[in-house]
């Protein structure tokens, strides 16, 4: 079965980075359209950065500027890289990819930036 995995996660603070990555397994050959998603407690889960199998991306408003999201469809696998993090940013990360018009979202992963 097709499997996402993140990793990356972690504390940091406020003006840091960090570096989330996003691996598939199972034998498929890519995804479509994969983003990144993010919940922070009482919240709903919203987009963060999405990009299309031919690369075209969008980002949330809050995160333009700042978050940039990539892929590698030979490695099958989409990062999200976060510069001067804020203490909004402070969610649990989730990877989706769509593969035949169905969704499949990793297991998350905690990002916390504070001081």
Do not use: H
């Amino acid at each position: 079965q097709v499997q996402l995995v993140e990793s990356g996660g972690g504390l940091v603070q406020p003006g840091g980075s960090l570096r989330l990555s996003c691996a598939a397994s199972g034998n498929i050959f890519s995804f479509g359209a994969m983003g990144w998603y993010r919940q922070a407690p009482g919240k709903q889960r919203e987009l963060v950065a999405g990009i299309t199998s031919g690369g075209s991306t969008n980002y949330a408003d809050s995160v333009k500027g700042r978050f940039t999201i990539s892929r590698d469809n030979a490695k099958k696998t989409v990062s999200l890289q976060m510069n001067s993090l804020i203490p909004e940013d402070t969610a649990v990360y989730y990877c989706n990819g769509i593969l035949n018009r169905a969704n499949y979202w990793g297991q998350g992963t905690q990002v916390t930036v504070s001081s």
